[in-house]
């Protein structure tokens, strides 16, 4: 029992420096971690080991101890500290082996598919569809196509370089905010002002880096057609374009709208990430289908191709308490609907 | 029970991605607890503070500018700062204040709420934390210690059983009444954890230490200060979580109208899902439907006090103090931010 009582806290170290180790390692870590937080864990994971190490290597009697109090280490082990190491021990690993990499259809319904810009924090700093106030837009736009290198690059980066990173966010936002961003709770602020950026010639694309691919389709993410909807001046740039979307399958519009979904419509959605997935937000859109996969079920990953047009929604306030105003609602009549599998990357950030 | 679905697989996933999230921030305040138990003497840190208490505990609410800490992190570190004789007001205001007036917290903020006042929002959520741990320190420092800290952290203050009444130049009023420590006055916070969890060092074997003996010594101490900590993380992380998933947040939309009912709906959800301080105010930012006052009170009472918190002051103070910072803080914040922040319109 001594034995045990030695070897305890070093072994629970052992155990968590492994865990986060192994979760970075086998890359299991993206379905629950922002990208930017990831190298921590790695970091903490390796140090814990060495402190386990540490804590193994040179016990207790080499050490000056309090030993005031009852009950000291050295008198065994008690009820309570049984119970400290088996919860620090068990949950860790059960929740480590049980955990899938992604959340069940019931909770993301429940929690409510949003689709509007406004209520994804931090999106619109990484839409690809931001809007360029003047003719040239600013250069460190990230495209979906180059979103892994983007979340790799961010990997790397310290959590000391996150305040220079929101810095440069925050700037860019200066000028996006005078445009956009209309908040019904707050009466002070100023709408209606969505117009004031000039438009270009119709046809063109306003932000250079979209480009269709090899296939002629535009790659987008889900949260791009939700950031375009309230901006006529990006919504042109994908009204009627033939957009290339991945996302998961969900049958439900529970939480967003009336309406119930027709026929072999259903919802694409992402789930959006602020830190890590404990503020996983899902963010959706209407695609309309005439054929789908004959094996689909609720989260499966789809690639949809289809054209993009941006619809009336109803008037008033949602069910979900915001009103849309004059947003409009992008909907994706699909021309092809193909299982995909689910990328290492699950959530959008 | 249609507001509530339990399923383990949903749970584990917020459970381990909250763990995952809060455990290097804590990993990190504990090997800065244990640096600061090796190599810091004691006696030392009281002599950084100015002599003014008053100013010295205004100057603790402003420390989180040099050293940013979240809430995970900050609990350690305060709890090896009083045993090496910081004053407890002195700690308190910096536990409270540290999670909120940093710089990471003001930029997360201000990008959060771009759109939605974002100056405003981050002024006063600085502001009011700021105020509300300064306030709470000051009246700390006029509370007996006995009634402050828990057992455990008595009895290890550097002068409990030596120099108990020796003069101190930052005397706490009622330092003399640690003398008479006797089990009703003060409880163990939560005895589920013994006293043996962590083994303390003797500050007075450290002076003959070697360099290598003090880097052991702050090892063996971050990790016995991890697995302390840890334990409450993991229960706070647990039950945040089952409200995470299991809870629909959007029975609480009925609240929003309500100026009065939406703050203090908020400040409840706060309280149990146990975020992170520098990424709460994305959350916040979220709740459209909700006053901004709401939001305001959701940042500012969050950092200061939730789930995981509760469990974790439980290492520092007694329970009936931890208990009646949890009430005082929810009222004043909720009062503060209800009508106060309407008149600066």
């Not at chain 2, 995981?308 to 910072?325: E, H, Q």
Request: net charge positive.
């Amino acid at each position: 029992m001594k034995i045990l009582r030695r070897a305890l806290p070093s072994l629970t170290l052992l155990e968590w420096g492994a865990i986060l180790s192994y979760f970075y390692f086998s890359g299991r870590l993206a379905s629950f971690l922002h990208p930017m937080f990831r190298p921590l864990v790695l970091a903490t994971g390796i140090l814990l080991v060495i402190t386990a190490i540490c804590v193994g290597l040179f016990p207790e009697e080499s050490c000056d101890h309090d030993h005031e109090g009852e009950g000291h280490a050295h008198g065994g082990l008690t009820p309570g500290s049984i119970l400290a190491f088996f919860l620090l021990i068990v949950p860790l690993a059960l929740a480590a082996k049980v955990s899938p990499d992604s959340y069940g259809a019931a909770l993301i319904e429940r929690r409510g598919l949003v689709q509007d810009i406004r209520s994804l924090p931090g999106m619109s700093s990484r839409s690809v569809a931001r809007p360029a106030p003047s003719a040239s837009p600013a250069p460190s736009l990230s495209l979906p196509a180059q979103t892994p290198a983007l979340q790799q690059s961010i990997a790397r980066t310290a959590a000391a370089q996150k305040q220079d990173s929101q810095q440069s966010i925050d700037k860019q936002l200066e000028q996006a905010a005078q445009q956009t961003m209309t908040e019904p709770g707050l009466p002070t602020q100023t709408s209606g002002n969505e117009d004031a950026a000039p438009g270009p010639s119709p046809g063109t694309y306003e932000n250079p880096a979209l480009q269709p691919n090899d296939s002629g389709n535009i790659p987008v993410q889900v949260t791009d057609l939700l950031y375009a909807a309230q901006e006529p001046f990006t919504r042109k740039d994908f009204e009627g374009k033939r957009v290339e979307i991945i996302g998961q399958y969900l049958t439900s519009k529970k939480g967003t709208s009336k309406q119930e979904l027709k026929g072999n419509s259903f919802m694409l959605v992402r789930l959006v990430m602020v830190c890590c997935a404990a503020d996983m937000i899902p963010a959706g859109v209407t695609i309309e289908a005439t054929k789908k996969p004959a094996h689909l079920r609720p989260t499966s990953w789809l690639k949809v191709v289809g054209q993009v047009h941006y619809r009336p929604r109803p008037k008033g306030p949602s069910p979900d308490g915001i009103d849309y105003g004059d947003t409009p609602e992008p909907v994706i009549e699909a021309v092809s609907v193909a299982n995909i599998a689910a990328p290492a990357e699950k959530y959008v950030y | 029970m249609s507001w509530f679905h339990f399923n383990l697989q949903d749970f584990s996933i917020s459970f381990l991605s909250i763990l995952f999230e809060g455990v290097p921030f804590m990993f990190i305040g504990t090997l800065l607890s244990g640096v600061i138990d090796a190599f810091v003497p004691a006696e030392r840190v009281k002599r950084l503070l100015p002599s003014n208490r008053t100013a010295a505990v205004a100057l603790s609410g402003l420390l989180g500018v040099i050293f940013p800490m979240c809430e995970c992190g900050v609990v350690p570190v305060i709890r090896r700062l009083i045993r090496k004789g910081l004053p407890v007001s002195c700690g308190l205001t910096y536990l409270l204040a540290a999670p909120i007036v940093n710089p990471i917290v003001a930029l997360s903020t201000f990008a959060a709420f771009r759109g939605q006042h974002p100056g405003a929002m981050t002024s006063l959520r600085l502001t009011l934390g700021f105020a509300v741990a300064v306030v709470f320190g000051l009246i700390v420092q006029r509370i007996p210690l006995t009634e402050v800290l828990n057992r455990r952290m008595l009895s290890l203050l550097p002068n409990a059983r030596t120099r108990r009444n020796s003069s101190r130049p930052l005397k706490e009023p009622v330092l003399a009444v640690a003398g008479n420590l006797t089990t009703e006055s003060v409880s163990i916070a939560f005895p589920i954890v013994p006293p043996e969890t962590i083994m303390e060092l003797h500050d007075e074997a450290h002076h003959e230490k070697t360099f290598g003996g003090k880097v052991i010594g702050a090892i063996r101490c971050a990790a016995f200060d991890f697995l302390d900590v840890g334990f409450y993380l993991i229960i706070g992380a647990a039950i945040a979580s089952v409200f995470n998933t299991a809870v629909d947040r959007h029975v609480l939309l009925p609240l929003a109208s309500h100026h009065l009912f939406a703050t203090l709906a908020l400040m409840v959800l706060a309280l149990l899902l146990s975020l992170c301080s520098t990424s709460d105010a994305f959350i916040a930012a979220n709740f459209l439907a909700f006053p901004a006052s709401a939001k305001l009170a959701f940042m500012v009472f969050g950092p200061m006090m939730d789930l995981k918190l509760l469990f974790m002051y439980g290492l520092v103070f007694t329970k009936r103090l931890t208990f009646s910072l949890a009430i005082a803080l929810f009222v004043v914040i909720a009062t503060l931010a209800v009508w106060l922040v309407p008149l600066l319109r």
